[in-house]
């Protein structure tokens, strides 16, 4: 399976989604847990609660363009004006949470106003990155705090971008899973300042024990 749970608007529908809430859902072996992406056409506000996801992985299969596919191994890929909270993800190959997400700022008013996100109060477990993030887009803001990270792999927290399927696949396709950013710091035990666009505080780090 790619992904057991998509929110998203590939061929830009006006309006897009909105409001959609993803909960009180169990997800075991999949490509990719739950995702909310595509977000065109204003696409965006979704609450993610309640959910428990386990065993993602990444995971390859042929598409008919001649190139393998790999499934990007994240429990919660959330996408503009999210909020993610109260969910336990287990076992993630790329990462628990991964909050790399921007506007789509094509002409709709919408799409010029910041683009917020909450991830708070969330179990992660034993997965290779906790969460994942990126702030290039100046327009985004988020909060992530609260979470208790427990036997990450590489990182707790760290900032993260999309990779590129080797050839046959278009060169710069970024079409893989994402990877932590060479020389990014670990924000696992990070507390900011909240007037800073990204703000990180209480997170608790527990070590993997055997």
């Known amino acids: 399976m790619e992904v057991a749970i998509f929110v998203e608007n ?3 529908y006006p309006g897009g989604w909105r409001n959609v809430v993803v909960a009180a859902n169990t997800i075991d072996n999949a490509g990719g847990g739950i995702v909310c992406a595509n977000n065109n056409a204003g696409s965006r506000s979704a609450t993610i609660t309640g959910n428990t996801i386990s065993n993602i992985k990444r995971n390859s299969f042929p598409l008919s363009t001649g190139y393998n596919h790999v499934t990007h191994g994240v429990g919660i890929w959330l ?14 190959e790329s990462a628990g949470i991964a909050a790399i997400f921007s506007g789509t700022w094509n002409g709709s008013l919408p799409d010029r106003n910041s683009i917020a996100a909450i991830v708070s109060g969330n179990i992660v477990k034993y997965c ?7 702030d290039n887009d100046f327009r985004t803001h988020c909060d992530i705090s609260g979470n ?25 396709n970024l ?19 909240v007037t800073t666009r990204w703000t990180f505080s209480r997170n608790k780090i527990v070590a993997r024990t055997v």
Request: with cysteine; proline share 12%; hydrophobic share 40%.
């Open 148 to 172: 208790t990270i427990v036997g990450a792999a590489t990182f707790q927290i760290v900032k993260m971008a999309a990779t590129s399927l080797p050839a046959p696949a278009p060169a710069g």
């Open 175 to 193: 079409y893989g899973p994402p990877a932590p950013v060479n020389g990014s710091p670990e924000m696992g035990s990070v507390t900011n300042s």
């Open 128 to 134: 290779n990155v906790g969460i994942g993030y990126s």
């Open 10 to 12: 590939p061929a830009d």
């Open 79 to 92: 996408a503009a004006d999210c909020v993610v909270s109260g969910n336990t993800i287990e076992n993630a």
